[in-house]
């Protein structure tokens, strides 16, 4: 999907929001925020344009780079299951998965030894044997050097999923054994009230029917009250396709998926190599 760079210059001109994935994308390998990333945030801010984040994330796992890149305005989170203010941390959109089909994968994921977790606004709930608690884990160590709240993560004990009390906006099916993937994925068609998507090698989100990233920014565009030309976005995995159907100017990494760089209209530099500042800079600064 290559076009001329003149052209892209011509678009970037007409940029008044920007959007970015976070992980792989707008942070570093190791979840921190490049010098050259905010300064050329900063630069773009200056120049009257809103620049926010489109995270799988849930808020509370998203406060550190909200306070550092100081988002005045939506936040969306969750795959687009939920949007939030963040200067406030009013929520502005929530899109919960039903509880009755949250439950029955929940169940499928028990019962046959999967990886799995769900996140609430309030607690991330985590099967015992759990790999992805460590991203979470290592959130918190960030957290909690920059004197930011942690978030509360827990474990399941058998079918306490049941008992969750507050609205689960995605579940996490990770790690899924190649065997096991067209049971999973068959078992999840059918089931009319949910949608998934990738974000990550060997990861499953799962959130409401209808939510992604796209109809998100869609909805974040409509409040700002802005059109599809003026906003520009960033990605590195599939679950980022859906966002660059609701953009004008659509930016992949250089570490991205072969799919998402192959609908691009730009490919930068790699996450570690300030990818994202590099392409401000080419094309809107």
Not at 95 to 115: C, S, T
Not at 269 to 275: E, F, L, P, V, W
């Amino acid at each position: 999907m290559a076009v001329d760079q003149t052209e892209l210059r011509k678009r970037g001109q007409k940029i008044r929001m920007i959007v970015s994935d976070l992980d792989h994308t707008l942070l570093n390998s190791d979840a921190t925020l490049s010098a050259e990333n905010l300064e050329a945030i900063r630069a773009a801010k200056d120049k009257g344009i809103f620049v926010t984040v489109c995270s799988g994330r849930i808020f509370t796992m998203l406060e550190v780079y909200v306070r550092a890149l100081d988002i005045q305005g939506p936040v969306i989170t969750t795959n687009g299951a939920a949007i939030y203010d963040g200067h406030t941390g009013r929520a502005l959109s929530r899109h919960p998965l039903p509880r009755a089909a949250a439950i029955k994968i929940l169940d499928f994921a028990r019962e046959r030894g999967y990886d799995y977790s769900a996140m609430t606004d309030e607690v991330s709930f985590f099967s015992r044997n759990s790999q992805r608690i460590k991203r979470f884990e290592r959130y918190n160590e960030i957290a909690r050097a920059r004197g930011v709240q942690e978030m509360r993560l827990e474990y399941f004990e058998g079918r306490s999923h049941v008992n969750i009390e507050n609205e689960i906006l995605k579940l996490l099916l990770y790690l899924i054994p190649k065997e096991e993937f067209a049971t999973l994925t068959a078992f999840l068609d059918s089931l009319p009230e949910i949608a998934y998507t990738s974000s990550d090698e060997g990861l499953l989100d799962v959130m409401a029917a209808g939510i992604n990233k796209g109809a998100a920014i869609a909805e974040a565009r409509n409040l700002l009250g802005l059109e599809k030309e003026q906003v520009c976005v960033f990605g590195d995995y599939i679950n980022d396709l859906a966002m660059f159907k609701e953009a004008g100017l659509t930016v992949a990494m250089a570490n991205a998926h072969e799919v998402l760089k192959s609908n691009a209209s730009y490919v930068t530099d790699t996450n570690d190599r300030a990818g994202v500042a590099k392409a401000l800079g080419a094309l809107i600064l």
